[in-house]
């Protein structure tokens, strides 16, 4: 299917009846459509304004660990972007962009987030030493990967224009990059054009109106002023800053808005290469990035929780861009700063009554509006992909179940695969999935009791997976051929039959080894 609007329009007028309803184009809403879309359930994405035109288009555009996460003791956070660094390495191809990050120690100014006790000029560098160490430890990362230690001339002649007063020596880390916005329209392509989706951007919802088990959604096109109205068993809303349309609006999750104000540089007026620098220190005890952005150079961000303009068009204030100047001239020797660009990205972050927002955890959460409806809230860009798949298997979980028991009662050995995905079903919905399964278990048995004959046995060697059901980890039951995320022709390893060791990964599910 043709991703131009007109298509898509036309691709609405022509069936208006979907399986899933995902509000908001951002990467998270986005990386559902395409993950849906690739197992074949009928999806429609919604997006009001234009796709990406939030926070997913005005980011720091780092695909981070979040190393400013250790003194808050957020190890599951860290873990799990960390995790995903690996993944999205496999997937992204060339939206993926390792990154090297210089973390400078300077004499009387520690780091930021340390505690006070660990801020001593002596103890501070072995603080950031042992966090740095733990962050490749969280990350199981190789010898060629991990942090290094560099003297005080190594980072003058890598850093020219670094400032020399009171520096003492510097660590270099790594993470990695990614185009945020094309990463959105990449994945909204494949979506649609791969996968038959409907995408479409300024449609706004009017409401949402649930009729037993569907929910009749009312839409208006805002270019051609008009309405339709579509229907829909299950919708995921990942609105960002935004409340839910309709009558759902007093249902929306509370969250806390936090604003991060950005420069763009002309060139390298700093020096930094290819390579990024994290600023220690800033007056408000937050850290600040310098990185190389296509020819250009970001400086950014701030952690406000006031921001000017709207929440569909934030802006960076002159407060905003003269806090980031101070910055950059407080660690660079240069005389004057000149910036070609600035924007403000606003986050969502769960509402914690009274914490400063820098406090708050960056973790994603999701709210039950209603049994069929989800609301996304918080999150990091590095985890958009594991986000979606963990929503998608939280609203979907009947389908994860019938696909095991269809394995199971067809007499089809278990892979690894299966394996891993009950376990993890097992872990995350324990009494409830426990429940669930054994009844479907004793009904299925009591049905099937007069067939469980020679009919059911199957031979030694390849394993046949009956397509038509769904699994949203590695399983994928079809023999189609699909493209990965960047568009790259990919067989589906584990479609139709699985011969042998195969290494496969299904759209955003995890690479995974499995021996038939």
């Known amino acids: 299917m043709n991703f131009s609007r007109h298509d898509q329009i036309h691709s609405l007028e022509e069936n208006n009846k979907f399986e899933l309803l995902v509000i908001g184009g951002g990467v998270v809403g986005s990386a559902i459509l395409e993950l849906a879309a690739s197992q074949g359930i009928n999806s429609l994405l919604i997006e009001k304004n234009d796709f990406s035109s939030g926070a997913s288009s005005r980011s720091t555009k780092l695909l981070h660990g979040g190393i400013r996460y250790l003194p808050q003791m957020q190890f599951g956070l860290i873990r799990e972007s960390l995790k995903e660094q690996k993944i999205l390495e496999q997937v992204l191809g060339q939206l993926y962009k390792p990154l090297k990050l210089l973390a400078p120690v300077f004499k009387d100014d520690g780091f930021s987030d340390l505690p006070k006790i660990l801020q001593s000029n002596f103890i501070a560098p072995i603080a950031f030493k042992i966090g740095l160490t733990l962050y490749d430890f969280l990350g199981q990362r190789k010898n060629d990967q991990r942090h290094t230690l560099i003297s005080k001339e190594d980072t003058f002649r890598l850093f020219p224009k670094l400032k020399k007063n009171k520096l003492t020596k510097s660590f270099i880390f790594q993470d990695a990059q990614t185009e945020d916005a094309k990463l959105v329209l990449t994945l909204l392509r494949n979506a649609v054009e791969i996968n038959n989706a409907t995408a479409l951007n300024y449609v706004k919802i009017t409401d949402i109106i649930r009729t037993g088990d569907i929910y009749k959604v009312s839409l208006i096109d805002e270019i051609n ?14 609105t960002g800053v935004h409340n839910l349309p309709g009558m759902y609006e007093s249902k929306s ?43 250009n150079t970001i400086v950014g961000t701030t952690d406000t929780e006031e921001f000017s303009g709207s929440l569909d068009r934030p802006y960076a204030n002159s407060e905003d861009k ?86 199971v009662f067809h007499a089809l050995p278990l892979t690894h695969s299966h394996t891993k995905l009950f376990l993890n079903l097992l872990l995350n919905h324990s009494i409830d999935l426990l429940l669930h399964f054994f009844l479907l278990l004793l009904e299925v048995q009591i049905n099937r009791r007069a067939q469980v004959r020679d009919d059911l046995r199957v031979a030694p060697g390849p394993v046949e997976v009956v397509p038509g059901s769904v699994v949203f980890h590695e399983l994928v039951l079809d023999t189609s051929t699909v493209q990965c995320p960047l568009g790259r022709p990919r067989p589906r390893d584990l479609a139709g039959v699985v011969r042998g060791p195969v290494k496969g990964k299904n759209g955003f599910g995890d690479p995974e080894e499995v021996v038939a």
């Not at 002023?225 to 990942?238: F, G, L, N």
């Open 253 to 295: 999750s509370k969250i806390k808005l936090s604003g991060g104000a950005h420069l763009i540089l002309k060139g390298d007026p700093l020096g930094i290469g290819k390579n990024g620098v994290l600023l220690p220190q800033t007056e408000d005890n937050r850290v600040m990035f310098v990185l190389p952005w296509t020819g």
């Open 322 to 407: 003269a806090y980031l100047i101070r910055h950059i001239k407080k660690y660079f020797n240069i005389e004057e700063v000149k910036y070609i660009s600035s924007w403000t990205g606003l986050r969502a972050l769960i509402d914690s009554s009274g914490t400063n927002s820098k406090n708050i955890s960056r973790g994603h959460f999701y709210k039950n509006i209603d049994e069929n409806f989800i609301q996304i809230s918080g999150g990091k860009l590095t985890g958009f992909r594991i986000i979606a798949k963990e929503n998608l298997e939280q609203l979907f979980l009947q389908l994860v179940l019938d696909a095991l028991l269809h394995s």
């Open 225 to 238: 002023k008009k309405e339709y109205t579509v229907e829909s068993k299950k919708i995921i809303a990942a």
